[in-house]
């Protein structure tokens, strides 16, 4: 019996799942793209992935440590195509979403508000994804700042990112080429979208966050679901003992420069603090007018006034 994926977004498991899908061997043509000189993450994921958001304060300390060792490819797994084929289980409508996203959002420690499942409910995750893959085709670190802008939009800004309104207004926020992305939106993305449905088929991807690391040709590990900074640590080391990680100021500024816009969670993680200490020392901050604030139903966003370009 088929259940919607939403459904399947577990905080105990850390998990966003969708239907089961077989365990498939990869052979080496199928991993023969992904050869590099560095460790390589693919990551499937989903705009709407409540897991996935779990994962950013752990991500973006990732990529700060390990960046330059390591390449993480984003990929779009395709959590809801629509709820005319996900239509069964103990989610049945949009709005039954709401109060799962409120549920695991202190379970994460990262605010989110499950209002646009009852004010502007998405009816799919697919326009989303496609416009992510518009951006990427661009631009690979300007489709990262995309995808977190229509994260921010959704999980804290209850809007619902479908729209095209909304994602164009993302797509300038990245500072994106607008009308190369709209065209590549309406056309080429759309083969790349469904690219990263077959990979993740090929894979045997069947919930996000996956991140499946690869060195070469050979899928080396997987981590699975949401898990603590110490799993990516731990795999990158196994693959390579010799990968350092690099040393960052934890200096507010520094960690602003980085990411223009932190919850509270990604704050404590990136700056080596508990999210008590994170949060005392943020609205001092906001205080002193160096950040601002902009108060969520389950938390914070904080936001840098700092001069940058993301």
């Known amino acids: 019996m088929n259940t919607n994926p939403l459904l399947n ?61 390591v390449d993480i490819e984003y990929r779009m797994g395709g959590l809801l195509p629509s709820w005319d084929i996900y239509n069964s289980g103990g989610i049945s409508k949009p709005s039954d979403v709401a109060g799962h996203w409120e549920e695991v959002s202190p379970h994460y420690k990262m605010p989110i508000d499950g209002g646009v499942w009852i004010e502007d409910p998405l009816n799919s995750s697919y326009p989303p994804s496609i416009a992510f893959k518009a951006a990427q ?112 100021s934890k200096e507010w500024q520094n960690v602003f420069t980085a990411y223009p816009t932190l919850t509270t969670q990604e704050y404590a993680v990136l700056s080596n603090t508990s999210f008590e200490k994170a949060q005392e020392f943020l609205h001092t901050l906001s205080q002193e007018n160096k950040i601002s604030l902009k108060k969520i139903k389950n938390g914070d966003l904080w936001i840098s006034n700092l001069q940058t370009n993301q």
Not at 53 to 67: H, V
Not at 203 to 209: A, D, K, M, N, T
Request: with cysteine; charged share 40%.
């Open 9 to 69: 977004c577990d905080s105990e498991k850390g998990v966003c799942e969708i239907l089961e899908t077989p365990n498939i061997e990869v052979s080496e043509n199928d991993l023969e793209a992904l050869k590099t000189d560095k460790i390589k993450i693919i990551y499937f994921t989903d705009p709407i992935c409540s897991s996935c958001w779990g994962i950013e304060p752990q991500l973006r300390k990732f990529k700060l440590e390990y960046g330059e060792s």
């Open 137 to 248: 085709m661009q631009d690979k670190k300007k489709a990262i700042v995309f995808l977190r802008i229509i994260r921010e939009m959704v999980f804290l800004d209850k809007l619902n990112i479908t729209k095209t309104e909304h994602l164009e207004k993302a797509a300038s926020l990245a500072k994106l080429d607008v009308t190369q992305w709209k065209e590549d939106y309406e056309s080429k993305a759309q083969i790349e979208f469904k690219k990263d449905l077959d990979l993740a088929r090929q894979l045997g991807v069947r919930g996000f966050p996956t991140l499946i690391f690869v060195k070469d040709d050979e899928m080396l590990d997987i981590l699975y679901g949401f898990k603590p900074y110490e799993e990516f640590e731990k795999r990158v080391k196994k693959i390579d003992s010799t990968i350092k990680k690099k040393e960052y």
